[in-house]
Each structure stands twice: as C-alpha cells, then as structure tokens.
C-alpha cells in the first residue's frame, strides 16, 4: 500500500520552529518529485516548495521565502519541512504529495500520492 504520512506539526507561538516529516511508505521516492503544500480555511491550497529525489528545490510560495526550507534523506525515503520564525498566517492544514517526475515540468501541476495532512496552528 503506497502511503505519505505526515508529522512533526502542532501548535506553536509566534517565531517558534516546526519541522515536518513527509515519510514514504509502499513505495520508493526514486524517479519521483516531492512538492509541500497547505490550505487554510477559506483559502485555495497553495504549492510551497518542490524537491527532487537528487535534491533540487523548487520555492514557489513568496509568503515563506527565507523561513521554510525543503529537504529530504534519501535513506529514510523522508522529505522535509523545516518552517522558522512562524507567523499567525502560516496556521493551515499541510499536505505533502508525490509524483513520478520525467523533468519535462517543474515543477510538477498534478500528482499522484498525498498524504492525509497535518495541522499546524500558529497563536499566541
């Protein structure tokens, strides 16, 4: 059964960390893309960052440009979400998905595998 779980999220105060787990499971993230992504109540869901399974990164998401950064270990078949200096305006429902990625576009518009999603909630 091919599988992406999320982990890591919770509820934090304003500038706190969070790091998100996506783990692979049933499958293999070799020839495959990884992309984050987040939706908040009343918001369309928005792409944050990409990886590939050789560790170029893609950040689409302006709002979080120099506080998120995607990464991934390969020998644990993970990608991560490290999120610094949090804001009331990242609080959302985050989801990570995979894809088979042939490198004719990146990043990538749909996918195959996503996970169920994990909140994150940001208040003092």
């Known amino acids: 059964q091919a599988q992406l779980v999320e982990s890591g999220g919770g509820s934090v105060q304003p500038g706190g960390s969070l790091r998100l787990s996506c783990a692979a499971s049933?499958?293999?993230?070799?020839?495959?893309?990884v992309g984050w992504f987040r939706q908040a109540p009343g918001r369309e869901r928005e792409g944050i960052a990409y990886i590939t399974y050789s560790g170029e990164t893609a950040d689409v998401e302006k709002r979080v440009k120099g506080r998120f950064t995607i990464s991934k270990d390969n020998t644990k078949n993970t990608v991560y979400l490290q999120m610094n200096s949090l804001e009331p305006e990242d609080t959302a429902v985050y989801y990570c998905?995979?894809?088979?990625?042939?490198?004719?576009?990146?990043?990538?518009?749909?996918?195959?595998?996503w996970g169920q999603g994990i909140q994150v909630t940001v208040s003092s």
């Open positions: 049933g499958f293999t993230l070799q020839y495959h893309a």
């Open positions: 998905a995979a894809t088979f990625w042939d490198g004719t576009v990146w990043p990538p518009y749909e996918y195959d595998y």
